[in-house]
């Protein structure tokens, strides 16, 4: 049974960076496209990007384009986004989850437990 670990969240001031990850264990991680997903306070939870199983395939929600980049290591099993340029609207818990076979118009499973960024100075 896939499960994922999400890490690297933290406190950080607008325009700083963090590195999520997104850590695999209980099966091969290249099976599945990987999605990072945010919740605001209040707020319903919101796609931010997603990676096809190979790596081939990014897609960014227009509110991360050009200051987050998704990536993945499948030999350490583990997906990541690096975000630059935070600002305080990125404040959220950020989840990982798993889909098979597309990014889109799937349902997302093994959801994580999720790693609280603040973006505040």
């Known amino acids: 049974q896939l499960q994922l670990v999400e890490s690297g969240g933290g406190l950080v001031q607008p325009g700083g960076s963090l590195r999520l990850s997104c850590a695999a264990s209980g099966v091969t991680l290249d099976r599945y496209h990987i999605g990072w997903f945010r919740q605001a306070p209040g707020e319903e939870r919101e796609g931010v990007s997603c990676i096809g199983n190979s790596g081939g395939m990014t897609f960014y929600a227009d509110s991360a384009k050009g200051r987050f980049t998704i990536s993945r290591d499948n030999a350490k099993n583990t997906v990541y986004l690096q975000m630059n340029n935070l600002q305080p609207e990125d404040t959220g818990v950020y989840y990982c989850?798993?889909?098979?076979?597309?990014?889109?118009?799937?349902?997302?499973?093994?959801w994580g437990q999720g790693t609280q960024v603040t973006v505040s100075s």
């Open positions: 989850a798993a889909a098979w076979g597309s990014c889109a118009g799937v349902e997302f499973g093994s």
